[in-house]
């Protein structure tokens, strides 16, 4: 069923004048200004939702099998606020294990609601920094060294790898702790030919950018409580009201509607199941081209060049000359992200592309630097709220750093607001042509006038 659809297309077919919010009238100035309303009578409030908004929501909780799901018209990043917000309120106290490889929006989550963090730093040494291989044992070994109110975790990450989210609620449970995972990248994990949705495997929340991979317009994103959990769903509105604007898309609302119907009635869930198997078969032929693709992620090409002398940049470049623009490349990596969307003849276009790029002797990139630990001088709130002033690495060396450096483009964190920068950190930054860092204007390493 189509409830905020409905509801839209047919006030804009009325003769209704209108004398509310958006400027525009619903009269064409980029061309979608007809279906942009705002909460007027019987459109509903996304905060407290009692008409529209409940029924689609509820019918996306079915599609999910969640206990609740909630819209969300700003993102995985209001989602991922959210879901701190609602172990705050729950807990009283916010102390997170988490995984090192997250998306800047937790750190701004953590910054707000004042969280004290352990980070994950997996056993197996990462292959980038925005990827790292968490493990239920790598999870294992942070439970038992502190006391958690909640574990966090992103998967897929950008690069396409996945954790064993399985084998990491199963530790969290052990543990009473709950398991919140940022599923930005996987919405459409609940209908590939395996069930490989957080919520399917015993996460106790999550958050889905539905825009990334679902065919939903941009800033569109649920936020799923499993079943089992309903007491995390009972003021998740109230939280996520605390965090969003109070005039929700709804352009994006009505797209999120589209979606959940089509995903409801099981004619997008078929394509994705399509698009799953094309991926895949794309991956083999890319592979029969001598390109090395890496992780698991079912609808995520990620190529890794250096089989053939060429770095991910360069291999954009290539691609982009001939046609086709790539998610993401970095001195290692390419990803490339199909969708249900993508056509069979795109596949073809990709994999002839790939196959006309002249190769060149393998060279290896040389390792990326990894991150290691750096010690915390004070919390990620203190630092992100204190006075600050740009240095270059170098220069950061032994500073706290006063605002979570992202210059990579998945904008996971080089350094970590509070965090004292070491050596490794200076390393990576460097690596990803970050020139300027924000540090706290009072810290300077020891000898130093201030
Ligand atoms: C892993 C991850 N989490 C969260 C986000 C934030 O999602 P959104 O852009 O939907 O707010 C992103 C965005 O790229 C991401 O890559």
């Known amino acids: ?57 509820e019918q996306m909780s079915q599609v999910y099998g969640s206990a609740a799901t ?11 606020k959210t879901m701190l917000g609602i172990i705050k309120m729950k807990k009283q106290s916010l102390r997170v294990l988490a995984g090192r490889n997250c998306h800047k929006a937790f750190i701004d989550g953590c910054a707000l609601l004042d969280a004290d963090v352990s980070w994950i730093y997996p056993e197996k040494a990462s292959c980038s920094v925005c990827s790292s291989f968490i493990t239920a044992e790598d999870i ?18 950008y690069l396409g790898f996945m954790a ?22 996987g919405a459409y994990l609940r209908f590939t030919e395996r069930d490989l949705h957080p919520l399917s495997l015993g996460a106790s929340m999550c958050c889905d950018s539905a825009h990334k991979t679902l065919p939903c317009l ?39 509607d589209i979606v959940s119907d089509m995903l409801a009635c099981g004619g997008l869930t078929d394509r994705i199941k399509d698009a799953e198997r094309a991926v895949k078969k794309t991956r083999d032929r890319i592979g029969a081209l001598g390109f090395e693709t890496v992780g698991s992620e079912p609808l995520k090409i990620t190529i890794r060049p250096s089989c ?75 630092a992100a709220f204190s006075p600050c002033e740009d240095v270059s690495p170098d220069e950061a060396l032994g500073r706290i750093c006063a605002r979570s450096i ?21 390393s990576v930054l460097k690596a990803y042509a970050i020139d300027r860092i924000s540090v706290m204007k009072n810290n300077r390493p020891k000898g130093e006038q201030i």
């Open 140 to 157: 294992r070994r942070g439970l038992e060294c502190g006391s958690f109110d909640c574990v966090y975790l992103t998967s897929p990450d």
């Open 218 to 256: 941009t800033g569109t994103a649920m936020l799923h409580i499993a079943a089992g959990h309903e007491e995390l769903g009972y003021d998740a509105k109230r939280i996520m009201s605390m965090f969003g604007s109070t005039s929700p898309s709804y352009l994006l609302l009505r797209s999120l």
């Open 308 to 382: 053939c002398g060429l770095s991910g940049k360069e291999l954009a470049q290539e691609l982009r000359c001939r046609g086709i623009e790539c998610e993401y490349s970095d001195r290692e990596y390419l990803v490339l992200m199909p969708s249900a969307m993508t056509e069979q003849d795109e596949f073809e276009q990709l994999v002839s592309a790939l196959d006309g790029i002249p190769k060149k002797a393998a060279a290896e990139p040389g390792p990326m630097p990894v991150l290691s630990p750096c010690e915390r001088a004070v919390s990620i709130r203190e």
């Open 70 to 80: 909630l819209y969300s018209t700003e993102g995985s990043s209001l989602c991922i």
């Open 164 to 185: 064993d989210i399985r084998a990491c609620a199963d530790v969290c449970r052990e543990y009473g702790v709950p398991l919140l995972v940022d599923n930005a990248h």
């Open 1 to 57: 069923m189509r409830y905020i659809d409905d509801f839209v297309t047919s006030y804009n077919k009325s003769a209704v004048r209108r004398f509310h919010m958006p400027g525009h009238k619903g009269r064409p100035v980029t061309g979608c200004e007809a279906f942009d309303i705002t909460e007027i009578s019987g459109a509903d409030y996304l905060f407290e939702p009692q008409g529209i908004i409940k029924k689609s929501e």
């Open 406 to 426: 992202s210059g990579c483009q998945p904008a996971v964190p080089v350094a970590v607001c509070g965090e004292i920068i070491n050596k490794d950190c200076v």
